[in-house]
């Protein structure tokens, strides 16, 4: 439930801004299998899944929100080759980590609203695993190689994401691992 307006409108500009990361990433996904890359094509898959965890966490936190907004968020834009779509990937994550959540933390805990700044919590840790993923499969590309993986691993709960490892418990939300979801 949230009480104040500012971390309202920073929930939904999160919530648009990982909803669009979602689809982003699935296109791009198609586009790295095209090019010949499937596991950084699987990689987009599954930090999509993750972006979508985010996304459902910051609508829920607006469950006593109702009626329609305008929602202004901000978004990575271009379809390239999988070198400049990675990096496009990167600079999206990276901007959330280095200045989206956060500011928008600092609201949520200014105004003691607790749902926010958990699903804030949660998507900043999740998206500096996400950042580094990405850089992983970039320079690989940039070789020529696909990256290597077996399995990419996504928690549920946070989006939490590790390739080719299970963790007993996510290291962000504490949850075992039965609530991730694998992508391979």
């Not at 409108?9 to 689809?23: D, F, I, T, V």
Request: glycine share 8%.
């Amino acid at each position: 439930m949230v009480e104040n307006d500012m971390t309202a409108e920073n929930l939904r500009s999160a919530y648009g801004g990982e909803s669009q990361a979602y689809q982003r990433y699935m296109v791009w996904g198609e586009k790295a299998e095209e090019d010949g890359f499937p596991n950084v094509g699987v990689l987009f898959e599954a930090i999509a899944y993750a972006e979508q965890v985010h996304a459902a966490n910051h609508f829920k936190a607006l469950e006593n929100v109702k009626g329609d907004h305008l929602v202004a968020s901000g978004a990575v834009f271009g379809y390239g080759d999988t070198v400049e779509n990675l990096e496009g990937a990167i600079a999206g994550e990276d901007h959330e980590i280095e200045q989206m959540y956060p500011a928008y933390s600092i609201v949520a805990k200014n105004q003691k609203e607790n749902d926010a700044i958990k699903t804030f919590h949660y998507a900043l840790e999740a998206e500096k695993a996400h950042s580094k993923l990405f850089n992983e499969a970039k320079d690989s590309v940039e070789e020529g190689n696909d990256i290597e993986l077996e399995e990419v691993n996504v928690c549920s709960v946070c989006g939490y994401t590790i390739k080719d490892e299970m963790p007993d418990y996510c290291p962000i939300c504490g949850e075992p691992d039965e609530v991730f979801e694998t992508f391979a």
